[in-house]
């Protein structure tokens, strides 16, 4: 993709501080890092999002974020991990080129908050359910 930040990064026209590669993935440091040692892990090929890379590639990718996950533990200190996808601008996607998040967690007060505690009324629980377990 021409004009994709993350295919120059694959490429190496734009420089950036890796954390891993092999034939398939690449993770690297994020420019603008929300805690120490915020790292995004891609496909080297080129997918729009999440929602279009195959499972056995996104196998790969999640397995490249679970072995960061555990070196930030193992030897950046942190004391847990955010594990982050953001699928379409809507959500968060600001780089359409798939991508996982690994965010290192040191402590309580550390200006990030990734919170799950809006509790929605009025939802069909067993229609939704239902409808999301008919397409999968
Ligand atoms: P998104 O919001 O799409 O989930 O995340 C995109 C991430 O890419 C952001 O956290 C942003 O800081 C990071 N990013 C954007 N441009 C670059 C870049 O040129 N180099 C690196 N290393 N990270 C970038
Ligand atoms: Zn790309």
């Given at each position: 993709m021409d004009n994709c930040i993350f295919c120059k990064i694959v490429n190496?026209?734009?420089?950036?501080?890796?954390?891993?590669?092999?034939a398939e993935v690449l993770a690297f440091l994020d420019v603008s890092p929300v805690t120490k040692g915020h790292t995004l892990v891609i496909p080297k090929e080129h997918f729009d999002s999440l929602l279009y890379c195959p499972k056995d590639?996104?196998?790969?990718?999640?397995?490249?974020?679970?072995?960061i996950a555990q070196a930030s533990i193992t030897t950046l200190g942190a004391k847990?991990?955010?594990?982050?996808?953001?699928?379409?601008?809507?959500?968060?996607?600001?780089?359409?080129?798939?991508?996982?998040?690994?965010?290192?967690?040191?402590?309580?007060?550390?200006?990030?908050?990734?919170?799950?505690?809006?509790?929605?009324?009025?939802?069909n629980l067993p229609v939704i359910a239902e409808n999301l377990s008919k397409k999968i």
């Open positions: 190496g026209d734009i420089p950036c501080y890796k954390v891993y590669e092999d590639l996104l196998g790969k990718v999640m397995a490249v974020a679970q072995k847990g991990v955010n594990i982050v996808n953001n699928t379409n601008p809507i959500a968060g996607q600001t780089v359409m080129h798939f991508h996982v998040h690994v965010i290192p967690r040191y402590s309580d007060d550390d200006q990030l908050k990734l919170e799950f505690n809006k509790n929605l009324e009025n939802l």
